[in-house]
């Protein structure tokens, strides 16, 4: 998955840009304050796409 399209899909689930890292961004759930990196090299793997929308979302 193409890294654009990984935070596309973060932005429509409620997380926005943090703050730059070294190598990562950080980005952070606006309703629960999770923080997650993503990497700003190569692409993102479905996994590692799929781990870091689980770890912004909100649980009910």
């Known amino acids: 998955m193409?890294?654009?399209a990984s935070i596309?899909?973060?932005e429509q689930n409620g997380v926005?840009?943090?703050?730059?890292?070294?190598e990562h961004d950080i980005y952070r759930n606006?309703?629960?304050g999770k923080k997650?990196?993503?990497?700003?090299?190569g692409e993102i793997?479905?996994?590692f796409a799929k781990r870091?929308?689980?770890q912004t979302?909100?649980?009910?």
Do not use: Y
Request: hydrophobic share 35%.
């Open 2 to 4: 193409k890294r654009d």
């Open 8 to 10: 596309e899909i973060l």
């Open 16 to 22: 926005v840009f943090f703050k730059h890292g070294s």
């Open 30 to 32: 606006k309703k629960t």
């Open 36 to 41: 997650v990196t993503v990497p700003r090299h």
């Open 45 to 47: 793997d479905n996994v």
């Open 52 to 54: 870091v929308l689980k």
């Open 57 to 60: 979302r909100e649980f009910d």
